[in-house]
Nanobody, 125 residues
Framework: QVQLVESGGGLVQAGGSLRLSCAAS????????MVWFRQVPGKEREFVVG???????YYADSVKGRFTISRDNAKNTVFLQMNSLKPEDTAVYYC???????????????????WGQGTQVTVSS
């Protein structure tokens, strides 16, 4: 019933910036948690950052101070502003959401109900 579509990925030089978007459609519920995960081939999908329905946030230590999450509830869209990018940020970035904010603060894949298809981010050295 809910679809998530990421956009904004691409190639950027180390130290540069990129802004990702995730648009939700279908039978969405506004009071939910939205998060970003990322995955490199051969590694587990890892948590990046999350945001609650009222704007509260939680970040992975590896991106704190460099990445910023925000959301526009009226448009059912979440954004990820990535600054000071490093080659180790290279990954497929996935948007995900829970249904009703019950997973706020959780950093595991299993906590979230809906997932996007992912968008590739490549940071060159």
């Amino acid at each position: 019933q809910v679809q998530l579509v990421e956009s904004g990925g691409g190639l950027v030089q180390a130290g540069g910036s990129l802004r990702l978007s995730c648009a939700a459609s279908g039978r969405t519920f506004s009071r939910n948690t939205m998060v970003w995960f990322r995955q490199v081939p051969g590694k587990e999908r890892e948590f990046v950052v999350g945001i609650g329905w009222n704007g509260g946030t939680y970040y992975a230590d590896s991106v704190k101070g460099r990445f910023t999450i925000s959301r526009d509830n009226a448009k059912n869209t979440v954004f990820l502003q990535m600054n000071s990018l490093k080659p180790e940020d290279t990954a497929v970035y996935y948007c995900a959401a829970d249904k009703d904010s019950s997973s706020y603060g959780m950093r595991t894949v299993s906590a979230y109900d809906y997932w996007g298809q992912g968008t590739q981010v490549t940071v060159s050295s």
